[in-house]
């Protein structure tokens, strides 16, 4: 099932992400959900808060990028960040945040822990794209966005921007729920 994309602005931002205390077949049926709205909107990561579920809970597939053509598909549940080093930049979108890219600093390795999709509980590190892609779906589930990582002069030229997503006056090729749509429905 397709779930529409909660972006920028909406009311699932403002809540924290909880814990997955329950691996259960409804988990495992959401991940699923999770995989083909991701797939479907042509995305490389999905954060369950994407989807309106304030969940500690991601899912990632690079592999639709050249070089990564091999890459499994990873299940991210309860993820936590031990170490990092290196910083690299590179250019981020976020499916929540259409019509915006930019240049975002990270780290370049990364030492992490998490449940996968086997609900087993995996440490390991994480470099290049990997690594790129878990500290984004990582930042959303401290309810952040990759523009939260732009200078103070970059974020105020998206103002405009980010305004017109929140009144859903962005096009997007994949189902979405806008702060407006919010609003108009309660
Ligand atoms: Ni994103």
Redesign the pocket.
């Known amino acids: 099932m397709i779930m529409p994309i909660h972006l920028y602005g909406t009311r699932v931002w403002e809540t924290p992400a909880r814990r997955v205390t329950k691996f259960d077949d409804r988990l495992v049926g959401l991940i699923r959900d999770m995989f083909e709205t991701m797939h479907n909107a042509d995305g490389i ?1 999905l ?1 369950a808060n ?1 989807v309106g579920l304030p969940m500690s809970l991601a899912v990632m597939d690079i592999s639709v990028m050249e070089d990564y053509e091999s890459e499994k598909p990873l299940v991210v549940i309860n993820p936590e960040i031990l170490e990092s080093s290196g910083t690299y930049t590179m250019e981020e979108g ?3 945040v259409p019509g915006v890219r930019d240049e975002v600093v990270r780290a370049d390795s990364l030492r992490v822990r998490f449940v996968d999709g086997n609900f087993d509980k995996v440490e390991k590190e994480l470099t290049g794209m990997w690594a790129r892609v878990f500290q ?1 779906e990582y930042d ?1 589930l401290q309810q952040k ?2 523009v939260n990582r732009l200078a103070a002069v970059k974020r105020q030229m998206l103002k405009p921007k980010l305004a017109k997503i929140k009144r859903n006056e962005i096009k997007t090729r994949y189902p979405v729920l806008s702060a407006s749509d919010e609003k108009a429905g309660s």
Request: with cysteine; hydrophobic share 40%.
């Open positions: 990561g954060a994407q976020c499916l929540s984004h959303h966005f990759f």
